[in-house]
T-cell receptor, first 107, second 117 residues
């Protein structure tokens, strides 16, 4: 079955601390994986996708096929990073979302 | 680029009435649009995939007669909630995948808050 798991519902860190939001997936085939972010009262926005191997707003994510993971990382969290983060997997033309992790960055 | 709009942004209606929500891709064309439902502090639940010029594909458990979807052009999909009841109150979000995109990246609308009294 296709599934995306984000084990942490809430992650709270202090400004300047490293952040890692976990994402594990289950998919038979070559997945296309994404991280979307939803800031308070704003729409869901694409943060990054694994095929681009890009770094957006200091965030990176590496696809680990052996561990079926796509964790999102940032070395130094900022207060403006506080938001809901969703990991998503593309399967059969549809996006399958994880439950989301709320990141709270405290001053 | 890749902007998706929704109208209205919020709507309040009486139980038993129907409500139409529009989803438009403003600067690109999309043969496929998606409709999601999001409950507070929860993830997005895919309701249906809207295909231009053909019938929508509904996810298991979603009533197609209650949530009517029409995708009449490459830039517009509509979701009509028929005979709305309070349990239909939710945040409805649409997304679109650009035509001829090489990835499955979806671009999301701002959502429509539906409140059924």
């Amino acid at each position: 079955a296709q599934r995306v798991t984000q084990p942490e519902k809430l992650l709270s860190v202090f400004k300047g601390a490293p952040v890692e939001l976990k994402c594990n997936y289950s998919y038979s085939g070559s997945p296309e994986l994404f991280w979307y972010v939803q800031y308070s009262r704003q729409r869901l926005q694409l943060l990054l996708r694994h095929i681009s191997r890009e770094s957006i707003k200091g965030f990176t994510a590496d696809l680990n096929k052996g561990e079926t993971s796509f964790h999102l990382k940032k070395p130094f969290a900022q207060e403006e990073d506080s938001a809901m983060y969703y990991c998503a997997l593309s399967g059969g033309g549809k996006l399958i979302f994880g439950q989301g992790t709320e990141l709270s960055v405290k001053p | 680029g890749a902007v998706v709009s929704q109208h209205p942004s919020w709507v309040i209606c009486k139980s038993g009435t129907s409500v139409k929500i529009e989803c438009r891709s403003l600067d690109f064309q999309a043969t496929t649009m998606f409709w999601y439902r999001q409950f507070p502090k929860q993830s997005l639940m895919l309701m249906a995939t809207s295909n231009e010029g053909s019938k929508a594909t509904y996810e298991q458990g979603v009533e197609k007669d209650k949530f009517l979807i029409n995708h009449a052009s490459l830039t517009l999909s509509t979701l009509t909630v028929t005979s709305a009841h309070p349990e239909d109150s939710s945040f409805y979000i649409c997304s679109a995948n650009p035509l001829r995109s090489h990835t499955d990246t979806q671009y999301f609308g701002p959502g429509t808050r539906l409140t059924v009294l």
